[in-house]
């Protein structure tokens, strides 16, 4: 089926609906793993499909880097590359333009990065973004922009001007077929009338097949987060899917759930795991910690994921002891858990009873014995 969306259920803000690709349906919300370079780190493909997970993200900036999106052309594309077969998103090289600030110049017509591999010097524009997009053959690829520090209003209105006029550019430079859903990105910092204006351009001036909402989770405090939520979902389409851009915490999924988001991705639950700490219904928790280390519990219960197998101590003890078992274990676990409190709240929306849901595991994951309001 070519790229299509649809509502199959609300609760209030909250929707539940499909996200149909050439590569298969995405269930909504919808949390995608990150796999920068073609890999969900420490996680095979096999796992992250046993999990029923329906999209990974890749980047492009890195991939032009290594391996360099011409072999991966050669070889099929990333479905074929990393035998994957399930739908992809590639991040444009964007956020690498904040992320990345020490080693690259921007000007209105791309930005010049150094790479932080070997110091050669990599030139990204809006066509070149689109070019190494479509290479990849990705599902879901995303405009070339500019992501500011949220909360420098100078900066912002800078970077908006430049994110309109590349949108503009991978218009442009993309073909509107059925191939490759091309999504535009709201800038504005934590500024309403600078959220407004750049969603009402982008669906004015440009139009896309989804949008997504850029430049949040960089610095500003959770408040400033969901607040621009608030000022920024009312003008986008709703006949389209809406993303979140590098969010993935479990109290950000629930209040931006709650507020109509659509689809996530973020480092996260990997990253935190090569560090020794577990998601679980109860909060973060350290591995590290000695009141584990005769623990017999496993971290969760019949959640259909391998590492229910084992004991806390066990984990516990190969976190210590370094074990790289102890990374693919925690990794595992913390991406299952993530797609179960997703998978919970698109259940519950579609039950209509997303409030109760989120109430009940913000008490409990953030340790209030008092419910707390999305």
């Known amino acids: 089926m070519a790229f299509a969306f649809e509502v199959v259920a609300t609760d209030g803000n909250a929707r539940a609906g499909i996200l149909h690709t050439p590569h298969g349906d995405i269930p909504t919300p919808c949390f995608a793993p990150v796999g920068t370079l073609a890999t969900v780190k420490a996680l095979p ?3 992250l499909d046993e999990l029923g997970i329906s999209l990974i993200l890749a980047n492009t900036y890195h991939l032009t880097l ?4 011409s072999i991966v052309k050669a070889m099929g594309g990333l479905h074929a590359f990393m035998q994957w077969n399930k739908p992809i998103l590639t991040d444009s090289g964007g956020f690498q333009v904040f992320s990345l600030t020490e080693i690259n110049r921007i000007d209105d017509e791309g930005v010049t990065f150094r790479s932080h591999i ?3 010097i990599i030139r990204l524009t809006p066509e070149k973004s689109m070019q190494i997009q479509q290479d990849l053959g990705a599902d879901i690829i995303m405009c070339f922009d500019q992501c500011p520090p949220p909360t420098e209003r100078a900066t912002v209105e800078a970077a908006i001007k430049r994110t309109h006029d590349w949108a503009l ?3 442009e430079a993309h073909p509107d077929d059925d191939k490759q859903a091309l ?3 709201v800038q504005g910092g934590i500024f309403p009338d600078l959220r407004e204006q750049s969603a009402r351009f982008l669906q004015e001036r440009v139009g896309f097949k989804g949008y997504a909402i850029g430049g949040l989770a960089v610095g500003e405090t959770k408040p400033e987060m969901y607040q621009t939520l608030d000022h920024t979902l009312p ?3 709703v006949d389209k899917p809406r993303y979140l851009m590098g969010v993935g915490d479990p109290d950000d999924l629930c209040h931006a759930i709650t507020r109509g988001v659509d689809l996530f991705d973020c480092v996260m639950p ?3 795991a090569r560090h020794g700490a577990a998601l679980t219904w109860d909060g973060r928790i350290s591995m590290r910690n000695q009141r584990y280390r005769e623990d017999p519990r496993p971290l969760m219960e019949n959640s259909g994921c391998y590492t229910d197998n084992f004991s806390r ?3 516990r003890h190969l976190v210590v002891t370094k074990e790289l078992l102890g990374h693919y274990l925690l990794s595992l676990h913390n991406v299952n858990f993530l797609i179960q409190h997703v998978r919970n709240m698109r259940q519950a929306i579609i039950e209509g009873r997303l409030a109760d849901y989120t109430q009940q595991f913000l008490a409990r994951y953030l340790r209030s014995n008092a419910a707390v309001e999305p």
């Open 183 to 185: 999504f535009g990105i």
């Open 66 to 69: 290594r391996p360099g999106e």
């Open 313 to 315: 101590a066990y984990l």
């Open 118 to 120: 070997d110091g050669a």
């Open 235 to 237: 003008f986008l389409p």
């Open 270 to 272: 990997t990253r935190i």
């Open 45 to 47: 493909p096999r796992d």
């Open 169 to 171: 550019r991978c218009r």
